[in-house]
């Protein structure tokens, strides 16, 4: 292996873009540049590409094409759902159901709604990270518009089970949203099996552009437009659609359609061996559920480190993972993921999101393994706590 080589292992946070997907783009910037709202012949070009554009995610999910809506990425897809619908039916109610480990995307947008008067049940999750859906059945009352709970989860990779949710809600009348930012591309997704009126989606975690995802609204769902201007996306979402940007977020799930089963299947076998490697280490510990997870995500805590050294560590050696959502690795406060499965505050800060891609090799993997065990036992040796902690258990 080139001792220079960048190996990456976070594409949780973000993919690099496939070079075929920007060869797909690349017209739309120059040759191809009509606005798809004109009716002569530049953009209707350009309307086309983005109607294929959305035949190709539609396809990844088992939806209408004309049920696929463009937005600036997932956050904005998050936040219309949460707020299109709050707003849109708010004269039946006012309470929203949602879980305590979902993106800040899904977070903050209910926690602005409590400000306006509406109420958030915030559903627990047990030590695995998995929601009950009994839990969210017991947490339905009268004046519930909204579930929202995620597919899998952005930082432990736990997958949710989001059919046996979309049936309660079904029996309900509730609406029923799910983030599935992270599972796209990665694992089978079909809207009618998990019954939700909303699923939101992106196209940098699954090698497309930055700054464009989409959110899929069923036919008859009840939701208020969050931009306000021209009449694009059936009135829905104004503003002028950023074509190079869909045609690569198009092109992005069209090829992960045909390679999905391989990337998931080849990256289970990287994933269980990097597991089995780190729990090699003493005072490790799993995050997430063992097998209901995400092919490509391993999560763990290693006691007596801190995650952002340990990072900041192994990115000397040339190596790149995170200690959690690339959204919030600005702020030393642990890991609320990890708090709502019961991890202590003091254990939540030794995690790392380990999340392969395409281009990972066992030879990456075996190259982490090689290096992490010196990283942990260097900063253990300077951790008091841990020493002491140590002895305790060594003397006991």
Not at 66 to 80: K, L, P, R, V, Y
Not at 167 to 177: D, M, R, S, V, Y
Not at 251 to 266: K, V
Not at 308 to 315: G, W
Request: with cysteine.
């Amino acid at each position: 292996m080139n001792p220079n080589e960048i190996i990456y292992m976070d594409h949780a946070a973000t993919t690099p873009t496939d070079p075929r997907v920007l060869e797909a783009m690349l017209p739309y910037f120059c040759s191809r540049y009509g606005n798809p709202s004109t009716i002569y012949s530049l953009g209707t070009e350009a309307r086309a590409a983005v109607d294929e554009a959305r035949e190709h995610i539609a396809a990844l999910i088992g939806c209408n094409p004309d049920e696929i809506f463009f937005t600036g990425g997932a956050t904005e897809a998050d936040n219309w759902a949460i707020k299109g619908v709050a707003w849109a039916n708010e004269s039946r109610g006012r309470h929203i159901i949602t879980s305590a480990i979902e993106h800040h995307a899904v977070l903050e947008p209910c926690e602005f709604l409590q400000r306006h008067g509406f109420e958030v049940t915030f559903v627990r999750v047990g030590s695995d990270g998995i929601v009950d859906p009994e839990d969210v059945r017991k947490a339905i009352r009268k004046d519930t518009i909204l579930i929202s709970i995620m597919h899998s989860n952005n930082e432990v990779g736990t997958i949710q089970p989001v059919e046996e949710i979309g049936k309660i809600a079904a029996e309900h009348g509730i609406p029923f949203h799910t983030d599935a930012v992270q599972s796209a591309g990665k694992i089978p997704l079909d809207v009618n099996k998990i019954g939700c009126q909303m699923m939101s989606l992106s196209a940098h975690k699954l090698y497309g552009p930055k700054g464009v995802g989409a959110l899929y609204i069923k036919k008859g769902t009840r939701i208020t437009p969050l931009l306000h201007g021209g009449g694009q996306e059936k009135k829905k979402r104004a503003g002028t659609l950023n074509v190079p940007a869909i045609v690569g977020m198009g092109e992005a799930f069209r090829l992960a359609a045909e390679e999905m089963e391989e990337d998931a299947r080849r990256q289970t076998v990287l994933r269980d061996r990097l597991i089995q490697g780190i729990l090699q280490i003493p005072d490790t510990r799993l995050n997430g559920h063992p097998t209901k997870r995400l092919p490509n995500n391993v999560n763990v805590c290693v006691e007596g480190a801190e995650g952002e050294a340990m990072l900041l560590a192994l990115d000397e050696e040339g190596i790149c993972v995170s200690s959690g959502s690339a959204c919030t690795s600005g702020t030393l406060d642990p890991s609320h993921v990890l708090l709502a499965m019961g991890i202590p505050p003091e254990i939540a800060h030794g995690s790392l999101r380990i999340t392969l891609g395409r281009s990972n090799t066992a030879e990456h993997v075996e190259r982490f393994l090689e290096v992490l065990p010196g990283i942990v036992e260097r900063f253990r040796a300077m951790n008091p706590w841990y020493q002491k902690h140590r002895k305790a258990a060594r003397s006991s």
